[in-house]
């Protein structure tokens, strides 16, 4: 059983939620295989009302051998705030691991905090051991929600800009220069915005290029996934991330835009399975999404290798590369096993 303590306090427009989540041998908890996912207690000492007003925590183990542990948390109102996390380590020191700035938080909803690794907290080498002296892992969770109308107000601001210049995407003012599908499908944009979010398409405009002179750029996208991509450049926005990740994963990698790319590998290894892990790590590879391949790669060492070896997808593997590192990764007992 784990510990909890939990306190608050009010400075200015602020309310502070501080949570010490005590998990004792912690290494015990990372050997059992069978423990997947760890929360924090619902204490009984307390009333179902102060329950209900609190945040909860909970890790996820991920891995064979539990080698990835995520932190979530859940607050039981929507609130907008900025969270810390810290570790406790020995002789009362403390190690700063994540900090998220003020954002708003949707309520009964688990929110991602922060992603630790087993080799950090208990090397068996004697360096880096983020355990207390008796094995327990303590945790330190800082929740600020905020109440300030200033900060509240340039939520809104970020927000209200955020439309605005999506606004231009959809209008067309002002634009000076096109887009074109390959299915001949035009957009009107700016060389600013574009230029602004993505490298490459700021290559076209700063030499003697054909766009330069033309004032149109013909892309080797589809034009849904090209409407797509050019709403994230404007928005930062990706609605379509969940329906068509894998065509989105190329795009991104293709015009260099990391957080889009980021989110079509979030979105990638959420759908994960069996049948498709092989097809996932092949375009993981092609469109270099490390994360993304690394998450595949433990998943397919978690128990799933014999499984996947009976998928189509398996059968049509013609690169020699990628059979030899999932053999390496499978084979070895370091999580850290290289990724080239």
Not at 176 to 202: F, I, N
Not at 287 to 296: C, E, N, P, V
């Amino acid at each position: 059983m784990s510990s909890i303590n939990y306190t608050t306090r009010i400075e200015g427009q602020t309310r502070i939620n501080t949570i010490l989540w005590t998990v004792p041998n912690f290494i015990n908890l990372l050997e059992n295989r069978s423990c997947r996912e760890f929360r924090t207690d619902k204490s009984k000492d307390h009333t179902m009302e102060i329950i209900e007003s609190r945040f909860q925590l909970k890790m996820q183990f991920l891995g064979r051998d539990n080698d990835i542990i995520e932190i979530y948390y859940l607050s039981p109102n929507s609130v907008f705030l900025k969270s810390i996390l810290t570790i406790c380590l020995k002789r009362f020191e403390e190690r700063s691991i994540v900090i998220k700035e003020y954002h708003t938080v949707h309520p009964n909803k688990w929110q991602y905090l922060a992603t630790l690794f087993k080799r950090d907290i208990a090397s068996y080498d004697g360096r880096d051991i983020f355990l207390l002296s008796d094995g327990s892992l303590r945790l330190k969770f800082q929740f600020l929600v905020s109440n300030d109308i200033k900060i509240d107000r340039s939520n809104v601001f970020e927000a209200q800009l955020s439309n605005d210049i999506e606004n231009l995407l959809h209008n067309g003012m002002f634009s000076d220069v096109t887009m074109k599908s390959v299915e001949g499908d035009e957009y009107k944009v700016h060389k600013a915005v574009l230029s602004s979010r993505s490298a490459v398409l700021k290559a076209h405009f700063e030499h003697n290029t054909t766009e330069c002179f033309t004032n149109s750029i013909e892309s080797p996208l589809e034009a849904e996934v090209l409407r797509e991509v050019l709403t994230f450049i404007y928005s930062d926005k990706a609605p379509k991330v969940d329906e068509i990740p894998e065509k989105l994963l190329a795009a991104a990698d293709y015009y260099q835009l990391s957080r889009l790319k980021g989110l079509c590998e979030e979105a990638l290894h959420k759908k994960l399975t069996v049948d498709n892990a092989i097809e996932t790590l092949q375009l993981a590879d092609l469109h270099s999404a490390k994360t993304l391949k690394q998450l595949t790669l433990e998943f397919i060492k978690d128990g799933q290798a014999k499984l996947i070896t009976k998928t189509e997808g398996w059968a049509k593997v013609k690169s020699v590369e990628l059979i030899k590192c999932i053999y390496e990764y499978i084979m070895t007992d370091d999580a850290e096993a290289d990724i080239k």
